[in-house]
Nanobody, 126 residues
Framework: QVQLVESGGGLVQTGDSLRLSCAAS????????MGWFRQAPGKEREFVAG????????NYADSVKGRFTISRDNAKNTVYLQMNSLKPEDTAVYYC???????????????????WGRGTQVTVSS
């Protein structure tokens, strides 16, 4: 069984940075695309960023392009989300997710993922 554990969230001010981590166990990350999603109170879960298994291709939501960077270290079985220039509208619970099938690009739709972490809270104060 795949287990994903996010960490690195917290309370920060507008303009600050945070680095989220997603550690996997039960199955290597190495052959799988990975995605980061977020869900704000009263809103649907939305795609934030995705990365291919090799790390050679990434995709981002328009709202975070140029501010967030997704990366991975397959040797450490960990995926990261570097978040810079944070805004109050970035406040949400952030989740990492893994598709069931190996390879391919990270899906944008949440239905493309079968394994989810429990999330880490990010709060950006104005």
């Amino acid at each position: 069984q795949v287990q994903l554990v996010e960490s690195g969230g917290g309370l920060v001010q507008t303009g600050d940075s945070l680095r989220l981590s997603c550690a996997a166990s039960g199955r290597t990350l190495s052959w799988y695309a990975m995605g980061w999603f977020r869900q704000a109170p009263g809103k649907e879960r939305e795609f934030v960023a995705g990365i291919t298994w090799s790390g050679d291709d990434t995709n981002y939501a328009d709202s975070v392009k140029g501010r967030f960077t997704i990366s991975r270290d397959n040797a450490k079985n960990t995926v990261y989300l570097q978040m810079n220039s944070l805004k109050p509208e970035d406040t949400a619970v952030y989740y990492c997710a893994q598709p069931r099938a190996a390879g391919g690009r990270a899906p944008v739709a949440s239905s493309g993922y079968d394994f989810w972490g429990r999330g880490t809270q990010v709060t950006v104060s104005s």
